[in-house]
């Protein structure tokens, strides 16, 4: 089966600092990869659509210069948490989009805490 | 907004069979139903998936109504590691569309 990692699988940081996220789709292509917060006892949130090569596309009320996203290959995408604060603690999931089937396939998450 | 509506919580025993409904009332002819599962701290797990037939893998069965208003996930022998919240979406799959996650059904296996 197609198979979508992330790393790191958990991550501390200070306040203040900046964070980046990473999201490899490992065995096929994905043009279209997701970004999900979820906080504790909720569900997925959508944050962003990330696009191969563009721009990513934000979810109302999500701050682009907060969360920063780079698509730059078929493969990976990256997630950045800018200037990082404890409300930004939370668990965020990648989603990879097949390219060949259109099909989502989820990472396993990446727990943020930010003291 | 999810498009779908399940109840927050179900019990089942263990080995006894899992039902889990989902109403898609206002679902559109291209949408499939799509059921993911997640377990604590983990990421979503890919379940099943159909769009009007129902639909057997080796991990559950969906049964989808005639009219494709409304499903049920079956799990046939609930075991404990099945604990999780189970989340039915309806999805196109093309490349417009996105998976949005309504609140999901938290199923308790109970021994």
């Known amino acids: 089966g197609a198979v979508v990692s992330q790393h790191p699988s958990w991550v501390i940081c200070k306040s203040g600092t900046s964070v980046k996220i990473e999201c490899r789709s490992l065995d096929f292509q994905a043009t279209t990869m997701f970004w999900y917060r979820q906080f504790p006892k909720q569900s997925l949130m959508l944050m962003a659509t990330?696009?191969?090569?563009?721009?990513?596309?934000?979810e109302q009320g999500v701050e682009k210069d907060k969360f920063l996203i780079n698509h730059a290959s078929l493969t990976l995408s990256t997630l950045t948490v800018t200037s990082a604060h404890p409300e930004d603690s939370s668990f965020y999931i990648c989603?990879?989009?097949?390219?060949?089937?259109?099909?989502?396939?989820f990472g396993p998450g990446t727990r943020l805490t930010v003291l | 907004d999810a498009k779908t509506t399940q109840p927050p919580s179900m019990d089942c025993a263990e080995g006894r069979a899992a039902n889990l409904p989902c109403n898609h009332s206002?679902?559109?002819?291209?949408?499939?139903v799509y059921w993911y599962r997640q377990i604590h701290s983990q990421g979503p797990q890919y379940i099943i998936h159909?769009?009007?037939n129902n639909e057997t893998n080796e991990m559950a069965s969906l049964i989808i109504t005639e009219d494709r208003k409304s499903s049920t996930l079956i799990l046939p022998h609930a075991t404990l590691r099945d604990t999780a919240v189970y989340y039915c979406i309806s999805y196109s799959g093309t490349s417009y569309d996105k998976v949005i996650f309504g609140p999901g059904t938290s199923l308790s296996v109970i021994p």
């Open positions: 989603s990879a989009r097949r390219t060949s089937s259109n099909e989502q396939f």
């Open positions: 206002t679902i559109s002819g291209n949408e499939y």
């Open positions: 990330s696009n191969e090569g563009s721009k990513a596309t934000y």
């Open positions: 159909g769009l009007k």
